[in-house]
């Protein structure tokens, strides 16, 4: 697929989460050009709460992410269309395939993120690690304004406080592990930042 293509796929994704925000009765604006900070400002009208997005669009396996922001409030939307372009505007029958969405917090990415499965070398995350997570369509990690969220099922307050601690964790061992601009330290990867944040988990008994 060609750049141009793949800019054009970026594009629509970010169009896409945009009308899912409006549609949950958030105010939305995709910034114009592309922008290092963010590609979408999100606000709520009633309360005023505010929030910048980064969106990822995909049509393979992979979201390709690289040069992580220093915002830690950055919330990524990871968009995956099914099949090729073309599939998504069916005349015949009218059902194209829906895309789908993956919210996550950028500590959260940081969990993913591998330096080496993205595209020419690049850092990305598997679309195969989040699939069958708790991650899709989960829009009131954004702003939860009491609307519809997605496929969400409905939580115990023990999964509640076990991914509460999940995140705390994660957090604290990402910030470990990496550098200001996401890089890992010497001595450090995926695997021993999985293995300390579970550490850090058998000390609060998750």
């Given at each position: 697929m060609g750049k141009k293509m793949n800019k054009k796929i970026g594009e629509a994704g970010e169009y896409y989460v945009a009308s899912q925000l409006l549609l949950r009765g958030l105010n939305a604006s995709v910034l114009q050009n592309g922008s290092e900070k963010c590609d979408i400002l999100?606000?709520?009208?009633?309360?005023?709460?505010?929030?910048?997005?980064?969106?990822?669009?995909?049509?393979?396996?992979?979201?390709?992410?690289?040069?992580?922001?220093?915002?830690?409030?950055?919330?990524?939307?990871?968009?995956?269309?099914?099949?090729?372009?073309?599939?998504?505007?069916?005349?015949?029958?009218?059902?194209?395939?829906?895309?789908?969405?993956y919210i996550l917090s950028i500590d959260e990415v940081r969990q993913f993120w591998n330096d080496k499965i993205g595209i020419h070398g690049k850092g990305g995350i598997k679309r195969s690690d989040l699939k069958d997570s708790n991650y899709r369509e989960q829009w009131d990690k954004i702003i939860d304004n009491g609307?519809?969220?997605?496929?969400?099922?409905?939580?115990?307050?023990r999964q509640i406080r076990n991914d509460k601690n999940r995140s705390i964790a994660f957090k604290l061992a990402n910030k470990k592990a990496r550098k200001k601009n996401g890089q890992f330290r010497k001595g450090w990867d995926n695997k021993r930042v999985f293995y300390y944040a579970h550490k850090l988990l058998s000390l609060i008994h998750i």
């Open positions: 999100v606000s709520d009208p009633e309360s005023s709460i505010a929030k910048t997005i980064e969106v990822k669009s995909t049509t393979t396996l992979v979201w390709t992410i690289t040069n992580f922001p220093k915002n830690n409030n950055l919330i990524y939307v990871l968009v995956y269309f099914p099949y090729k372009p073309e599939n998504h505007f069916s005349k015949i029958n009218y059902d194209p395939p829906r895309p789908e969405f609307k519809e969220s997605g496929y969400r099922e409905r939580r115990t307050k």
